[in-house]
């Protein structure tokens, strides 16, 4: 039996809750139509509202980029040494500590060409003398002779005959060796001859000159 005192709980009537579900749902209609049609803000190349990280410009990259130093230019070997003073043809000279050369005999010849690229005609033939008084075995394998003449320095050209022989490879303690080369030099052009005995490119070398036989 119910109680006389309790009030009854109020009810809507049906037309009344489908009045306000018809209101909200036209309201939440209407917002989405707003958040289509309203304008957005334009974004430009760059702006960093592209992205949460903005990209660096080419200058913040270079400025952020490490610096380098260029790494140095490849080691240039040193020029080999020049050629000291000339010393007179037949003075023997200091060519390593304890190791004299010297031109010992120089010869007029008749050149007689032999090998490939050689030209007969008038030439001198010397001898030149290394003298090893060092406590070690000298070694010649690099020694090289040539001989210019004139005031320009005319290169003169290498014969084998007659009677041309190179170094030989070594030269003991204590002992002397020798070598016979051949160059044509005109005979009008023997009053200023140049000999050169460059041993090695680390050592200068030897230059004898004067006049030769005619």
Same mark, same amino acid.
């Given at each position: ?33 707003? #958040? ?24 913040? #990259?270079?400025? #952020? ?6 790494? @140095?230019? =490849? ?21 390593? =500590?304890?190791? *004299? ?9 008749? +050149?007689?060409?032999? +090998?490939?690229?050689?030209? #007969?005609?008038? @030439? ?17 394998? *690099? @020694? ?16 084998? /005959? ?51 036989? /005619?």
């Amino acid at each position: 039996m119910a109680d006389p005192h309790v009030t009854p709980p109020t009810r809507f009537p049906i037309a009344a809750r489908w009045v306000v579900l018809s209101v909200g749902g036209a309201l939440v209609a209407a917002a989405v139509v707003i #958040a289509l049609i309203a304008p957005r803000p334009s974004v430009t190349p760059g702006d960093p509202r592209q992205s949460s990280s903005a990209s660096p410009t080419p200058s913040d #990259a270079a400025s #952020a980029a490490p610096t380098s130093t260029p790494s @140095a230019d =490849p080691a240039i070997p040193d020029p080999a040494p020049s050629a000291g003073a000339p010393v007179p043809i037949g003075t023997p000279t200091d060519l390593l =500590p304890a190791v *004299t050369a010297g031109v010992t005999s120089v010869e007029s010849v008749q +050149g007689t060409a032999e +090998g490939p690229g050689e030209v #007969a005609g008038p @030439a001198i033939r010397f001898v030149v003398t290394v003298t090893n008084n060092s406590a070690s075995t000298l070694s010649l394998r *690099t @020694a090289v002779v040539n001989v210019d003449y004139g005031a320009d320095r005319t290169p003169a050209a290498e014969l084998s /005959s007659p009677g041309g022989s190179p170094f030989p490879e070594e030269v003991p303690a204590g002992s002397s060796a020798t070598g016979t080369f051949v160059y044509t030099v005109p005979i009008e052009e023997r009053a200023d001859v140049r000999i050169t005995v460059d041993y090695s490119v680390d050592v200068p070398p030897l230059v004898f000159a004067g006049p030769v036989p /005619s």
